[in-house]
């Protein structure tokens, strides 16, 4: 089997050349901070994170740890086992109870799961317009009538440029079929390359 897991490789793949496991096989990935993202701190303090939680695009798992951490039964998932490892590896050395998993965004039927809350942490502004509507698709099919899904993303508008920007009409085209836009906030997004992150959009979506 190849490096992509003989799934087809997402547009972000195709264009780095390299899978997104090889992202962490050399040191912290570029969007690797310490500690969760700001933003995901502040929904967590809303307490907006209740019932059964999916984190997708989780990565080496400080977002997911950080929920799993208040009490709440999370399950964070990625594609990159590498990522997947080091998530496991860090619950362990912290004494946190937190599921993870490796797992296709794209096929998250594949977990036999309905989850009640959603979290996408920099994942949906990696993927091309058409993977954009498979994804919204993808997490229509693992989340219940009314799940919450919030989508921290790069934003167009931002002096500062960055990777992969969407804006709010990307947003909501891609969550036009089976989910409402409730609303798009402006916020940060820190990365190790961006001194005081990098001009985001918080989405707060409603499943249908």
């Known amino acids: 089997m190849d490096e992509y897991g003989g799934r087809r490789p997402t547009s972000h793949e195709r264009m780095a050349g390299r899978a997104w496991d090889a992202s962490y096989q050399d040191g912290p990935a570029p969007w690797e901070i310490v500690g969760p993202q700001p933003a995901v701190v502040e929904l967590a303090a809303r307490g907006v994170f209740g019932g059964a939680v999916l984190d997708a695009g989780c990565g080496s798992g400080e977002n997911t740890l950080h929920i799993a951490a208040l009490g709440v039964p999370v399950l964070g998932v990625d594609v990159a086992a590498t990522a997947i490892d080091a998530a496991r590896q860090k619950a362990l050395e912290r004494g946190v109870e937190a599921e993870f998993a490796v797992a296709d965004a794209l096929h998250l039927e594949r977990l036999g799961r309905a989850f009640d809350t959603i979290l996408d942490s920099g994942l ?3 993927f091309d317009t058409g993977e954009r509507a498979a994804y919204a698709g993808s997490l229509a099919r693992a989340a219940k009538p009314g799940t919450m899904l919030y989508v921290v993303s790069f934003s167009d508008e931002g002096p500062e440029p960055v990777p992969h920007a969407v804006s709010q ?3 909501r085209t891609a969550f036009s079929q089976g989910w409402t836009t409730v609303s798009i ?3 940060r997004l820190e990365t190790r390359i961006h001194d005081n ?3 985001a959009w918080l989405s707060t979506i409603r499943r249908s």
């Open 124 to 126: 949906f502004h990696t």
């Open 169 to 171: 009409d990307d947003v």
């Open 185 to 187: 906030e402006p916020c």
């Open 197 to 199: 992150g990098a001009p």
